[in-house]
T-cell receptor
Framework: SQTIHQWPATLVQPVGSPLSLECTVE??????LYWYRQAAGRGLQLLFY??????ISSEVPQNLSASRPQDRQFILSSKKLLLSDSGFYLC???????????FGDGTRLSIL | QKEVEQNSGPLSVPEGAIASLNCTYS??????FFWYRQYSGKSPELIMS????GDKEDGRFTAQLNKASQYVSLLIRDSQPSDSATYLC????????????FGKGTKLTVNP
């Protein structure tokens, strides 16, 4: 069966510091991969999605970036965090085709 | 702009009652429809998928789809306090992108 791993579970970072969140999927190949952010009490905001290695689509212009160095690895990065980057970051995967997404456990990011 | 609309609630029902959650979508060509459950502080969990008009039952959950009315619903029979969560409706539109469009969610509270 397929599993998705996302870490760390919680992270506290100072303003202006860099960020790297990692997500890996096991038990499948060539998945679609997604990064979402959910602000407190708000809906899901799609940040990036990828249909293959090195293929990244950005949904919202901001100081975040994403990379997919391997088929089942998706990384969210920032060079300098802002206070507004606080939130619950979720990685998700889906098979190719019009299939549902499956989410990791998320990373709760607090910026001080 | 593809949109998915849900009543934000909160929806409050007594234990043992039927909870009815509704969702409308703007893209008439949408093909795939999903319901996710999100407990407070946790990631969304897929609970139902529906692809064709009519009803689909899975245990205490029934998803209903009416493409002509661009309407999808979720019924929860014999509601339990453990069903208290936010329910997210998600839709994949036609052609090209396989991204999900999420509604903002309906918060359900089941009172013992």
């Amino acid at each position: 069966s397929q599993t998705i791993h996302q870490w760390p579970a919680t992270l506290v970072q100072p303003v202006g510091s860099p960020l790297s969140l990692e997500c890996t999927v096991e038990g499948t190949s060539n998945p679609n991969l997604y990064w979402y952010r959910q602000a407190a009490g708000r809906g899901l905001q799609l940040l990036f999605y990828s249909v293959g290695i090195g293929q990244i689509s950005s949904e919202v212009p901001q100081n975040l970036s994403a990379s997919r160095p391997q088929d089942r690895q998706f990384i969210l990065s920032s060079k300098k965090l802002l206070l507004s980057d606080s939130g619950f970051y979720l990685c998700a995967w889906s098979p190719q085709g019009y299939q549902p997404q499956h989410f990791g456990d998320g990373t709760r990011l607090s910026i001080l | 702009q593809k949109e998915v609309e849900q009543n934000s609630g909160p929806l409050s029902v007594p234990e043992g009652a039927i909870a009815s959650l509704n969702c409308t979508y703007s893209d008439r060509g949408s093909q795939s429809f999903f319901w996710y459950r999100q407990y407070s502080g946790k990631s969304p969990e897929l609970i139902m998928s529906i692809y064709s008009n009519g009803d689909k039952e899975d245990g205490r959950f029934t998803a209903q789809l009416n493409k002509a009315s661009q309407y999808v619903s979720l019924l929860i029979r014999d509601s339990q306090p453990s069903d208290s969560a936010t329910y997210l409706c998600a839709v994949i539109g036609r052609g090209g992108s396989e991204k999900l469009v999420f509604g903002k969610g309906t918060k359900l509270t089941v009172n013992p």
